[in-house]
C-alpha cells in the first residue's frame, strides 16, 4: 500500500439500524466493494458475495498497535462459502474485510486477479512491520499480465482507508509529544 497521504476519493460507509447486519464499504471512485463482517455474524452474510475476491481475517489490535492477520483469496464458490470455511477452521479472528468487484453484477474478479491481489495485500500488510500474519506460506501468482496489475492497483488504497479506519493501522505512529516543556525560572 502507498504512504502516508490523503485520500483522494470519499469512501462511503453503510450502516444498517439493524446492529446485526455488517458495514458495507465502498470508495466511491473504485470498482473495490468492501465488507466488514464481525465473524459471529457470518452465517448472515448475503449468498450476493458467493464472488471470487480476497478477503482479510483481522485480530484484534494490542495497546502497541500491533494486530495479527490472516489473508486469503476465493474464486469458486466465493467469498461467502471461503468465509465460513474460516469460521470453523481458524479462531483467532474477530472480523473479516471482504474485497470484491463492484461495479456490476455481471463481472467479478477472475482467479488470477484475486490471487494478485491476495499476494499483493500479504506483501502489504507484512512489509508494515506492525501486523503477524498467520499465513504459512507468502502467495504468490505471476499469471497476471502488467497491465492487469496496473489496473488492480486501484484496490489497494481504499483498503488501506478501511484499515486505518477501523483502527488496523499499517504505519508506525510518532508518539512523541511536540509540546514544548515549559521554561522553568533560575532562582
Not at 45 to 52: E, I, K, S
Not at 125 to 139: C, K
Not at 164 to 170: A, D, K, P, Q
Request: proline content about 6%.
Amino acid at each position: 500500500m502507498s504512504a502516508v497521504r490523503p485520500a483522494a476519493f470519499p469512501l462511503v460507509v453503510s450502516l444498517s439500524e439493524d446492529l446485526d447486519e455488517p458495514i458495507k464499504l465502498r470508495a466511491k471512485h473504485k470498482v473495490a466493494g468492501m465488507l466488514l463482517l464481525e465473524r459471529n455474524h457470518a452465517r448472515r452474510l448475503d449468498r450476493g458475495w458467493n464472488v471470487p475476491g480476497a478477503y482479510i481475517l483481522l485480530d484484534r489490535p494490542d495497546s502497541e498497535g500491533r494486530w495479527g492477520a490472516y489473508v486469503g483469496k476465493a474464486t469458486n464458490p466465493g467469498l461467502r462459502r471461503r468465509v465460513l470455511r474460516q469460521v470453523k477452521e481458524r479462531d483467532h479472528w474477530y472480523r473479516a474485510l471482504l474485497i470484491r468487484y463492484a461495479s456490476n453484477d455481471d463481472e467479478t474478479l477472475n482467479s488470477s486477479e484475486a490471487a494478485w491481489l491476495e499476494s499483493e495485500l500479504y506483501y502489504c500488510l507484512d512489509s508494515s512491520g506492525l501486523v503477524n500474519l498467520h499465513n504459512r506460506n507468502r502467495p504468490h501468482d505471476p499469471t497476471l499480465s502488467h497491465i492487469d496489475e496496473v489496473s488492480l492497483r486501484d484496490y489497494l488504497t481504499p483498503v488501506e482507508s478501511v484499515l486505518r479506519l477501523i483502527g488496523h493501522t499499517l504505519h508506525h505512529r510518532n508518539l512523541v509529544a511536540t509540546v514544548t516543556p515549559p521554561v522553568r525560572a533560575s532562582a
